[in-house]
């Protein structure tokens, strides 16, 4: 099961990478994301709480400085062949042993990349790293270079993304039978996670969101349960997950007859969506797509309930999120193309009224039109 991808997956990402550090013209990159860890070696872990980076030279070079806790785990997981262990002690300082390894690699003076922009830098290990690099080497701000080849999906990869969409399906058929006046949302949530895990998926890379009542208009997760009145609304947003890939949906659910006002802003969703589906193709970005959104909900008179986004690209991704960075924002100019895996919702939250209203699933971008990945219809549910 360890590594997830075949030998020539890896070494053909790995190709893919040192052709990306040419064009930057880095002599080497050190890996902060543990999502660049994973797609790059197959090393899996939630070690990445604390200070690791994974070096990658021009020459494809590559060597990981980790805790001891992870030693085994990167032994067992990744292709990685050379690991340095810091040492925890008090007042340690892991990016002075990180100098010492770069030198040992010949790196001083070199044009060295780093992901900033990741959970897997802390700000305090930022200032230390900036602190012990700044006369060693010219460093770089290379955050998205790895992020940038993620979006585009192997055949390899898109199997994954698929048994997560099917997941994902499987989780929502688990909730419907219990969606009733009275029902617990532990119940609920119980049920979902349980048929992802029992289709041999895994925990996303978030939790699960779920709010009911008032609370259906939160767009995060958070703690304590309540149980669904006889007339309710529930909002639910959940993902499939296989080998870390995502595939996320997302619904509000009737329980007992609806509003009006539900109803009107289920239609404004369902047009968005449908006005979107022609601009998920080549020739389109991540911008265009916002816009499609802003101009149906505004046209509408929703401009005040809608949100500044409208979706991300999914991949393998770890905690706190399984977003990617790439989303779906006014102005953004990453551009479509075939083989990313994207999810687009609609989220219209009237706090007015107090009425919520969400639309989501993921597509699969082709050639030609996207493939929507669940089998569920874009439908008003009621319970």
Not at 87 to 93: F, G, I, M, P, S
């Amino acid at each position: 099961m360890a590594p997830r991808f075949a030998p020539e997956e890896y070494s053909g990402r790995l190709e893919r990478l040192l052709m990306a550090m040419k064009e930057e013209r880095l002599d080497a990159l050190l890996l902060f994301a543990q999502e660049s860890m994973y797609w790059l070696t197959g090393y899996d872990t939630f070690g990445f709480c604390f200070f690791q980076t994974l070096i990658v030279k021009a020459d494809g070079q590559m060597s990981l400085l980790t805790r001891s806790a992870d030693l085994r785990q990167a032994r067992h997981t990744s292709t990685i062949e050379n690991i340095t262990v810091w040492t925890d002690r008090a007042n340690a300082d892991p990016t002075v042993e990180l100098k010492n390894l770069l030198d040992e690699m010949d790196l001083l003076g070199a044009r060295i990349g780093v992901e900033y922009d990741t959970h897997g830098l802390t700000g305090t290990n930022t200032r230390r790293l900036d602190n012990q690099l700044q006369s060693f080497a010219k460093i770089i701000d290379a955050s998205y270079v790895v992020s940038n080849l993620r979006l585009t999906k192997s055949p390899a990869e898109i199997a994954h993304v698929r048994k997560a969409a099917k997941l994902a399906d499987a989780s929502l058929d688990a909730a419907l039978p219990l969606i009733e006046p009275g029902a617990r949302e532990a119940d609920l949530l119980a049920a979902m996670q349980g048929a992802v895990l029992a289709g041999d998926g895994e925990y996303p890379g978030n939790e699960f969101i779920i709010g009911s009542g008032d609370d259906a208009l939160l767009c995060r997760s958070k703690s304590g349960r309540r149980k669904l009145n006889k007339t309710d609304q529930l909002t639910l947003e959940w993902a499939g997950t296989s080998a870390r890939y995502h595939a996320a949906m997302m619904r509000t659910i009737m329980v007992g007859k609806p509003k009006q006002r539900h109803i009107e802003l289920f239609d404004a969703c369902l047009d968005a969506i449908q006005q979107i589906e022609p601009v998920l193709t080549t020739g389109h970005t991540f911008g265009d797509v916002f816009d499609v959104h802003a101009r149906v909900m505004d046209e509408r008179g929703l401009a005040r309930h809608r949100l500044n986004a409208c979706g991300y690209s999914l991949g393998a991704r770890f905690a706190p999120s399984w977003m990617e960075h790439q989303m779906f924002y006014q102005g953004s100019p990453q551009p479509i193309e075939p083989d990313m895996s994207l999810f687009v919702h609609m989220i219209i939250m009237d706090s007015d009224t107090g009425v919520a209203m969400t639309l989501g699933q993921t597509y699969l971008t082709t050639p030609g039109a996207p493939e929507a990945l669940s089998k569920h219809k874009l439908e008003l549910i009621q319970r």
